[in-house]
């Protein structure tokens, strides 16, 4: 069995979605011994953002020189060999860093991850587990401010067109408030040790 792990923080150590996303990593490896782990760090080594040589690429025309069409092919392919997937993901500005936007625009390839067919959109990489730890510096989820929330829906959103059904959000809101950031992270940290129970 092989699992991706996807951290996009900027914040290294101060970061609560790496703590999150590592506790369900091993999480997953008490319930699955053997599990094989490969670990992508969008914030260390950071993919170009898409570009229309990209999509050209990504059909299969020679690309122009100087993009990362390898490290496509790579996040690509290591998407797809996943059973397991965990995404370290913390909002900024209400949405994604720009670098798991990046690498999300990665596996969107039609007729790779999804196709269009008579009946519509059909996603093409179900049958995996996707795992989000989700953080927040402010309160978004069930508040008057949760349309502003373009961070979890849009992966929601984004995986479902891709075929993943099963989704678990693991969320820790409220990090940047001094006196809510240590109970909202064990609160996070003790839903993800009863997914390992």
């Known amino acids: 069995m092989k699992l991706l792990h996807v951290d996009s ?7 609560v979605s790496r703590i999150l996303s590592a506790d369900l990593v091993e999480a997953q490896r008490r319930l699955h011994p053997g599990l094989e782990v490969i670990h992508r760090d969008l914030a260390a080594q950071p993919l170009q953002h898409l570009s229309g040589a990209h999509l050209a690429a990504a059909q299969g025309t020679t ?25 370290g993901a913390p909002m900024y500005n209400f949405g994604l860093p720009s670098q798991l936007k990046a690498w999300v625009d990665r596996l969107a390839v039609a007729g790779k991850t999804f196709r269009y067919s008579e009946k519509g959109v059909e996603g093409l990489a179900g049958g995996k587990k996707l795992l989000i730890a989700s953080s927040r510096g402010g309160a978004y989820a069930d508040t008057p401010i949760a349309f502003l929330d373009h961070q979890e829906s849009y992966l929601r959103a984004i995986f479902g067109f891709l075929g993943i059904t099963d989704i678990t959000v693991i969320r820790a809101e409220n990090v940047a408030r001094t006196e809510l950031r240590e109970k909202s992270i064990a609160t996070a940290r003790a839903e993800i040790a009863g997914i390992a129970a």
């Open 9 to 15: 923080s900027i914040l290294a150590a101060n970061s």
């Open 63 to 87: 690309p122009e020189t100087g993009l990362d069409v390898e490290a496509s092919v790579a996040a690509l392919e290591e998407f797809l060999a996943a059973d397991i997937i965990v995404i």
